[in-house]
Nanobody, 125 residues
Framework: QVQLVASGGGLVQPGGSLRLSCAAS????????MGWYRQAPDKHREEVAT???????NYADSVKGRFTISRDNAKNTAYLQMNSLRPEDTAVYYC???????????????????WGQGTQVTVST
């Protein structure tokens, strides 16, 4: 199978920065799209930013100009640089894989949406 491991969350003051990492591991796998979703208390999970395997990014309007997503395919890792953080960015950020193909033995498996664990981001004074 494939594991998506998120790291880099924490507590930061408004206007500060954080960098999240989403590292994928496993054997014989491919991930078309990697990225981040977030969920604040009492709110639905929402897309933050995604990036395709060829490097095409997509951002939620609320983070455009402040967040930058990148991807290192050799390391199977996506990064989210978050600048000018606001209290409303506070949420659990979930690592996401879209279009994940992998082998278990000789059996090929494909999942349209694949989730890693979350990492807490808190923006507060």
């Amino acid at each position: 199978q494939v594991q998506l491991v998120a790291s880099g969350g924490g507590l930061v003051q408004p206007g500060g920065s954080l960098r999240l990492s989403c590292a994928a591991s496993g054997s014989a796998f491919h991930i078309n799209t990697m990225g981040w979703y977030r969920q604040a208390p009492d709110k639905h999970r929402e897309e933050v930013a995604t990036i395709t395997s060829d490097g095409t990014p997509n951002y939620a309007d609320s983070v455009k100009g402040r967040f930058t997503i990148s991807r290192d395919n050799a390391k199977n890792t996506a990064y989210l640089q978050m600048n000018s953080l606001r209290p409303e960015d506070t949420a659990v950020y979930y690592c996401y894989g879209g279009g994940v193909g992998y082998y278990i033995g000789s059996s090929y498996n494909y999942e349209y949406n694949y989730w890693g664990q979350g990492t807490q981001v808190t923006v507060s004074t």
